[in-house]
């Protein structure tokens, strides 16, 4: 009998594998140098997010006295222990990797990254002066002693801490200095001028925290520093919510982010190497921390930061990644001379369209299509969800437009997107303050579908046009996320977001839907059935094959299906970004199912799920991973494409990245992945989406 360990990969490990992926993905020698910066920083942030999320949880459950295992039989101890090991070994890779090859490259590129002590006297008078005049400003020592406590150290924050010799008082006091790095750019640029360069496009960088470091005793007139060292703590984030206790959610949200911000427990403390053993021991003794939970680093604490090296203006050193092209069918409408409203919604009429971002732009399809409705007076009412909207958005713009030209415009915001509470409770107040009807969803879930709908009124009767898609109503975003979208006019996936829109503002206890795939109402049940019938059809010889594309699979009863399925001689292809807890290519377990990890330029972000049917093909793009929180904890949409064009376009593109033998890694049947290694690299999924 298999072990849950021999069925299972750990949902916490997995995405570790995922994250060394993107780390390792930036050492690669076929990325220019930027890029490679942009990776690392990429790799830091998701490792904060991730100890402030994942690793605060299970920490949680093991103070708390929780047992409870994970799906491979771990229980939280035992993962936070496999956790901080794996982490320490990505961590030195990253440094390693940093200190030598990636710093060298970056000085043989003209980027070079200077030490106070490596400056000449011109350099360093000029750094001293920045330092009194933009930085010395900024700085509040803080002492401990009996009278002064230790001081809070925030989530995040990069720190000084100093033992400094009071020669009047014949004692050593600790202290502590934050350093700004919000209000100051962490890399200070020196001027060319300063420097004796052969090349006119270099560019020269100290980082703030090394000239802080050696200006120290200026900030303690007739003291002297003894020694001094820079931590980081990293904090549990997670947002606490008793949503079911709350009057008021807005209210409830913002008074749980104040929470926030005074920061949770302390998950993990970044020191320097070199740490003084006395600065190390009063860190630990005043933060309560854990040996296991003590990460000394050879490099710069806080490698997210690097990715303020990527807006150095050398397009030599980064690839161009401001791509796409309007649609084909939409091509006409960003014609200046356009001033036909009725021309985006003529289209729709005609024919589907399926929108492929960010190859197809977002400016010129959901952008538009939005815009057209705020100002079309045709149009009687906009509804639309937002999960994650950028900070200066066009989208929000033409709702507030469309309320101001007299249209019901209905929001739906989610306060709960995690690390983005913040900006949306701001969005909801603006959008309420323009006469918008905003709601914010279903008490106990997220709200993570991505939806809208405009009703229009055409010779005496009412017409809806609508959007899904798989990712965010975000402008930003959309310039570096793969997704998907179906703009359509289909009478019966109208009336299905229809009733969605009023379950969501409270309004409606649908449970069925037409064709819409909805959770957690329905959509679990329909996969199912959806791979049971393809266990049918292959038991009963004939065709069956599921290809999936997502950014996560976790749900166990979703893999024990898939299992069955490839036992029964299903030919099963996965495309999964980042965690994947099933095993592929297991003996008498797997054999035919293959998962790949596309890693690239682009974030792929899009879901496909496709079930051949014995060629009478189901597809569905949507907002929804295969994970139990997707399926059970959150309001997801799914839609079919039952166009037949559309249905071949998706095909050709899961066809697309199967093929991929450039940014793809190959997932082995112990789990772990190697990329996929040829001599030379036909198949480049994103760049030759970009070049078709």
């Given at each position: 009998m298999k072990s849950q360990a021999d069925v299972f990969i750990n949902r916490e490990l997995s995405w570790i594998e995922f994250n060394k992926r993107v780390l390792l993905t930036g050492m690669e020698k076929e990325y220019k140098i930027l890029d490679k910066v942009k990776f690392f920083s990429i790799f830091s942030n998701n490792l904060d997010e991730f100890f402030m999320v994942r690793v605060a949880s299970l920490k949680a459950q093991v103070e708390a006295g929780i047992s409870k295992k994970s799906i491979d039989g771990l229980s939280p101890k035992e993962q936070l222990t496999k956790i901080n090991k794996e982490v320490k070994k990505l961590t030195n890779l990253q440094e390693n990797y940093l200190n030598n090859e990636l710093n060298n490259e970056l000085r043989q590129q003209g980027v070079i990254l200077k030490k106070y002590k490596e400056l000449n006297e011109?350099?360093?008078?000029?750094?001293?002066?920045?330092?009194?005049?933009?930085?010395?400003?900024?700085?509040?020592?803080?002492?401990?002693?009996?009278?002064?406590?230790?001081?809070?150290?925030?989530?995040?924050?990069?720190?000084?801490?100093?033992?400094?010799?009071?020669?009047?008082?014949?004692?050593?006091?600790?202290?502590?200095?934050?350093?700004?790095?919000?209000?100051?750019?962490?890399?200070?640029?020196?001027?060319?001028?300063?420097?004796?360069?052969?090349?006119?496009?270099?560019?020269?960088?100290?980082?703030?925290?090394?000239?802080?470091?050696?200006?120290?005793?200026?900030?303690?007139?007739?003291?002297?520093?003894?020694?001094?060292?820079?931590?980081?703590?990293?904090?549990?984030?997670?947002?606490?919510?008793?949503?079911?206790?709350?009057?008021?959610?807005?209210?409830?949200?913002?008074?749980?982010?104040?929470?926030?911000?005074?920061?949770?427990?302390?998950?993990?403390?970044?020191?320097?190497?070199?740490?003084?053993?006395?600065?190390?021991?009063?860190?630990?003794?005043?933060?309560?921390?854990?040996?296991?939970?003590?990460?000394?680093?050879?490099?710069?604490?806080?490698?997210?930061?690097?990715?303020?090296?990527?807006?150095?203006?050398?397009?030599?050193?980064?690839?161009?990644?401001?791509?796409?092209?309007?649609?084909?069918?939409?091509?006409?409408?960003?014609?200046?001379?356009?001033?036909?409203?009725d021309s985006i919604f003529k289209i729709l009429r005609k024919k589907n369209i399926l929108l492929h971002h960010p190859y197809d732009l977002f400016k010129t399809s959901v952008e538009e299509f939005i815009n057209r409705a705020a100002d079309d007076p045709l149009v009687m009412a906009i509804k639309i969800t937002l999960y994650r909207v950028s900070k200066d958005s066009p989208i929000i713009a033409a709702l507030m437009r469309a309320a101001e030209n007299g249209k019901e415009v209905m929001t739906l915001v989610e306060l709960k997107a995690r690390f983005d509470e913040d900006n949306n409770i701001q969005w909801a107040k603006q959008l309420e303050q323009a006469g918008i009807h905003v709601v914010y969803g279903i008490i106990g879930f997220k709200t993570h579908t991505k939806i809208a709908l405009i009703v229009r009124k055409e010779k005496g009767r009412l017409r809806n046009y609508f959007h899904i898609g798989t990712g965010n109503y975000n402008s930003n975003t959309s310039r570096f996320y793969t997704d998907l979208g179906l703009l359509s006019t289909d009478p019966d996936i109208a009336s299905d977001l229809l009733e969605l829109f009023n379950y969501l503002s409270g309004f409606s206890k649908q449970k069925r839907y037409q064709k819409l795939l909805v959770s957690p109402s329905s959509m679990r049940e329909k996969f199912i059935t959806l791979v049971k019938r393809e266990i049918k059809n292959a038991e009963e010889g004939k065709k069956a094959e599921i290809i999936a594309k997502m950014n996560s699979l976790v749900d166990p009863e979703i893999i024990k299906l898939l299992y069955l399925a490839s036992d029964a001689g299903v030919k099963i292809s996965l495309i999964i970004r980042g965690i994947c807890c099933l095993y592929p290519q297991r003996k008498n377990l797997s054999e035919n199912i293959k998962v790949i990890s596309i890693i690239g330029h682009f974030l792929e972000h899009s879901r496909i799920f496709w079930f051949c049917n014995n060629n009478d093909n189901d597809v569905f793009i949507g907002s929804a991973d295969w994970m139990r929180r997707n399926l059970n904890r959150r309001i997801e949409a799914v839609t079919p494409i039952e166009d037949c064009a559309l249905k071949s376009q998706l095909y050709e593109l899961l066809q697309t990245y199967i093929k991929d033998d450039y940014f793809s890694w190959i997932m082995k049947e112990d789990g772990s992945y190697e990329k996929y290694s040829s001599d030379s690299a036909f198949n480049r999924s994103q760049i030759d989406l970009i070049e078709n």
């Open positions: 011109n350099q360093r008078n000029w750094c001293d002066n920045f330092f009194t005049s933009s930085i010395f400003p900024l700085l509040t020592p803080l002492v401990v002693d009996p009278a002064h406590p230790f001081p809070f150290i925030s989530n995040l924050s990069l720190n000084l801490a100093a033992l400094i010799k009071d020669r009047e008082a014949s004692k050593n006091q600790f202290v502590r200095i934050k350093i700004p790095t919000k209000n100051i750019n962490r890399f200070i640029q020196i001027p060319n001028e300063l420097i004796d360069s052969n090349y006119e496009s270099s560019h020269f960088f100290i980082s703030v925290e090394d000239l802080i470091g050696n200006n120290i005793n200026t900030l303690f007139n007739g003291m002297e520093c003894i020694n001094y060292s820079f931590f980081r703590v990293t904090r549990d984030a997670d947002l606490e919510l008793k949503e079911l206790e709350a009057d008021d959610l807005l209210l409830a949200v913002e008074q749980s982010l104040q929470k926030r911000r005074l920061g949770g427990d302390v998950v993990r403390l970044e020191v320097e190497s070199d740490i003084p053993k006395n600065i190390l021991k009063l860190l630990i003794e005043s933060i309560s921390i854990q040996e296991e939970y003590i990460y000394f680093c050879e490099s710069l604490l806080g490698l997210d930061d690097l990715n303020q090296l990527t807006r150095i203006n050398r397009d030599d050193l980064k690839e161009n990644l401001l791509i796409g092209k309007t649609h084909p069918q939409l091509k006409n409408l960003d014609s200046p001379s356009n001033k036909n409203f």
